[in-house]
């Protein structure tokens, strides 16, 4: 494939992440509302069909990241190919281990159901869900912020993009990459735990409309020799 049909399957495949990641979000909140895991049980079991379509649409969001992963590279290995190949991996292993979460859940969502309508170990149930619905996201969400940062860096390298967006996904995405571990390690929390997706979320939004629209240029060094 040409650049500029990278660039706009890049474009697209943003935005469709975008798009499915905040209705995912919403709905597993809704789906797993509850002050305890036995109150989060029993909300699951009420909401079987939004857990279903988490699912369902996390699966999509998973199919971007690979996605992404793909045209990101070839946009940007002409720059550095063993960064752009370093790019890849992470955004590869963020889709793979979000992906690597649904099975558990869905097994969760078949206990939760049929626990509902028997008599069964209310306590195993309760721990398994426990187990479950802990799972640290924000791994999957480092290996995001590890790749963006580096596709990000080697657009701003090669000039392939405006130097201002370029920056912006540099320092957004290595924002979110610093702020992740140090809220595993319980070191940032409250309101700035949420704040530190801001940029990010306007850089991925703004580069989509760009490479749809205006496509990614050349590395620099490519355009110079191609003027020599």
Known sequence: MTRRTNAR???IAYLLYIAVAFPSMLLSDRATAGNDIAAKVVTMAQHA???RLTVVLSMVGGFCALVL????YAITRDQDRDLAMLGLTCRVAEGVIGAA???ATLGLMSIVTAANSSSSDTGAVQALAAFVLNQPWTISAWFFALGSTT????LLRGRMVPVWLAWLGVVSSALVAIALPLQIARV???PATQLVWLPVAVFELVIAVWFILKGVAPPLE?????VR
Do not use: K
């Open 9 to 11: 399957i890049a474009g």
């Open 49 to 51: 069909a939004d857990i």
């Open 69 to 72: 992963a793909v045209t990101l």
């Open 101 to 103: 979460s649904h099975p």
């Open 151 to 154: 596709f990000s860096w080697l």
């Open 188 to 190: 940032l929390a409250g």
């Open 222 to 226: 490519a355009r110079q020799q191609e």
